[in-house]
C-alpha cells in the first residue's frame, strides 16, 4: 500500500531539504501498532528537525512530525484494534524515530493513548504537544497547592502554542491567568482567550533587576527559560510553584536562592516525553473536558504536507502564534 509523506534528506554538501514522496509499508520503521494518520502538528522542534537544526535528526532520509493523531489500520498489541482512535505526542517520535509528516506511521503502542470522547483527531492536533503540555503543567502547579483562590498564575510567551492553550485552560478552571508576550498585536486575542491582564515582555524585562521583587504570581507556567524566567522568579508570592517549559530564551538560569529560600516558591520542570501512561492519560481525559475548542479557532492554522518547509521557517522565526496543524487526508 502506498501513501504520501514529507521526506527530509540530507545532501553530499550538508545541505537538508524536504519534499513530498510516495513510499510504500516497507519503508515504514519498526512497531507494533500501524496507524493511519489524518492531522499532524507543528511545533518548534518540528521546524528544527525540516532544517536539520539542532543536531536533532541524526538519520536521514526522514519523516518529522512529534505528534499525530489517527485511526489504528494493524495492532500486534492487545490495547488496541483497527479502527480506533488514538494519539501520539513526544518519545522522540518525528526525531529518532519517524513521525507524523506520513499519511501512515508506525509506532510502539507504548507511545500512544487513546483519544479521550469529546475530542476527534484534528481535535488532538489542535492541542497536541502544545496543550498536553500546558496541561501537565497546571496539574503540576495544583499538585504543589495553587489553587484559583491563591491569586494570578503568570503564563509567559503566551502568543505561542503552549502558552496560548495554557491561558485559556487556567480561564477555563477558574483561574487568573496573566499572559506574558512580546507580541502587543495579540493582545486582543489572549484577553478573548480569558487573559485577566497582559504584560508587554519589554516592559516586564525592563523594570529595575532585584535580587527579591514584588511578590505577585500564585503560579508561573515559563515557556521561555532565560532571563524571563530569572526575572519571573523573583516575584512569586510565598509558597507558589513555577513550571518551567521551554528554553527558547536560553538554558541559563540566573538567579539567586532567596526565592526558594525566603518564599519557599518550587520550581519544577514539565518533560511531556518522559510522562508515565496514566499520566498522559488523565491529562487528555482532562483536556476533553475543559478546553474550549470554539474559542480558540482563531488560533488555529491549517497547511498541507508541502507547505510544511515554508511553515516551519516561520515558527523557527518566531512568526507564528497559536497552532499550525497539518491536513494528511
Known amino acids: 500500500m502506498s501513501f504520501q509523506a ?7 554538501d550538508g545541505k537538508v531539504s524536504s519534499s513530498v514522496e510516495t513510499l510504500t509499508d516497507d519503508r515504514l520503521p519498526e512497531g507494533n501498532v500501524t496507524v493511519d494518520v489524518e492531522w499532524a502538528g507543528l511545533n518548534y ?12 535528526v ?31 505526542t513526544g518519545w522522540r517520535v ?12 508506525r509506532v510502539n503502542a507504548d507511545w500512544l493513548v487513546p483519544l479521550p470522547d469529546g475530542l476527534d483527531t484534528r481535535d488532538a492536533m ?16 495544583e499538585n504543589l497547592g495553587v489553587t484559583p483562590e491563591s491569586g494570578e498564575v503568570l503564563v509567559t ?4 502554542g503552549v502558552g496560548s492553550i495554557a491561558i485559556s485552560l487556567l480561564a477555563r478552571l477558574g483561574y487568573q ?28 524585562l525592563g523594570q529595575p533587576d532585584k535580587v527579591l521583587e514584588s511578590a505577585r504570581w500564585a503560579g508561573l507556567i515559563d515557556n521561555v527559560g532565560g532571563k524571563i524566567l530569572s526575572k519571573a522568579l523573583k516575584q512569586v508570592k510565598y509558597g507558589g510553584a513555577a513550571a518551567a517549559i521551554g528554553n527558547a530564551g536560553g538554558i541559563d538560569l540566573e538567579t539567586n536562592v532567596l526565592p526558594f529560600i525566603l518564599r519557599g516558591v518550587t520550581l519544577s520542570g514539565i518533560d511531556s516525553v518522559m510522562q508515565p501512561y496514566a499520566n498522559r492519560v488523565a491529562a487528555w481525559s482532562r483536556i476533553a473536558k475543559t478546553f474550549d475548542l470554539a474559542a480558540y479557532a482563531a488560533l488555529v492554522e491549517e497547511v498541507g504536507l508541502a507547505e510544511l518547509p515554508d511553515a516551519a521557517a516561520k ?15
Open 315 to 329: 515558527i523557527l522565526a518566531g512568526q507564528v502564534r497559536g497552532r499550525t496543524i497539518v491536513r494528511l487526508r
Open 94 to 105: 518525528g526525531e529518532v524515530h519517524w513521525g507524523g509528516y506520513a499519511q501512515r506511521a
Open 157 to 160: 510567551g503566551a502568543a505561542g
Open 45 to 56: 522542534k518540528d521546524g528544527l528537525c525540516l532544517t536539520g537544526a539542532g543536531g536533532l
Open 126 to 141: 489542535i492541542v497536541g504537544t502544545a496543550g498536553l503540555t500546558a496541561m501537565l503543567a497546571i496539574d503540576r502547579l
Open 177 to 204: 491567568p496573566v499572559a506574558l508576550s512580546g507580541r502587543p498585536e495579540h493582545s486582543a486575542t489572549l484577553k478573548e482567550l480569558g487573559a485577566t491582564d497582559i504584560v508587554g515582555r519589554e516592559d516586564f
Open 6 to 12: 514529507l521526506v527530509t534528506s540530507k545532501g553530499d
Open 58 to 88: 541524526r538519520t536521514y532520509p526522514h519523516v518529522a512530525g512529534i505528534d499525530f493523531a489517527g485511526i489504528v489500520r494493524e495492532s500486534q498489541d492487545q490495547r488496541y484494534k483497527a479502527g480506533d482512535r488514538v494519539v501520539l
